[in-house]
Nanobody, 125 residues
Framework: QVQLGESGGGLVQAGGSLRLTCAASGRTSTNTVMGWFRQAPGKEREFVAAITWGVWNTYYADSVKGRFTISRDNAKNTVYLQMRTLKPEDTAVYSC??????????????????WGQGTQVTVSS
């Protein structure tokens, strides 16, 4: 079992930055993958970024590539999502998730078994 808790969301003006934190408690391994997803009002949840727990591999949605950076601190069992140059279309509830990279593609929700409660990010124009 893995428990996840996000923090760091809030209201920011377009062009601003925020850093989201996802603290994980429970069992992780070198096969663990941690991902960030987001869901805007009236839209389906979409993949944002992912990072593997063993070899440091990162993956990004095209819409955030070059603006968002995912990183991890294994000692703290924590994953970060640094978001820069935020746009109004980045407004959403951001959720972190944990899964096993052997189960499937990291951009797919079904790869992930555990989800946090989400944190709201609102970008004003």
């Amino acid at each position: 079992q893995v428990q996840l808790g996000e923090s760091g969301g809030g209201l920011v003006q377009a062009g601003g930055s925020l850093r989201l934190t996802c603290a994980a408690s429970g069992r992780t391994s070198t096969n663990t993958v941690m991902g960030w997803f987001r869901q805007a009002p009236g839209k389906e949840r979409e993949f944002v970024a992912a990072i593997t727990w063993g070899v440091w591999n990162t993956y990004y949605a095209d819409s955030v590539k070059g603006r968002f950076t995912i990183s991890r601190d294994n000692a703290k069992n924590t994953v970060y999502l640094q978001m820069r140059t935020l746009k109004p279309e980045d407004t959403a509830v951001y959720s972190c998730a944990a899964g096993d990279k052997r189960r499937g593609a990291m951009v797919v929700e079904t790869t992930y078994d555990y989800w946090g409660q989400g944190t709201q990010v609102t970008v004003s124009s």
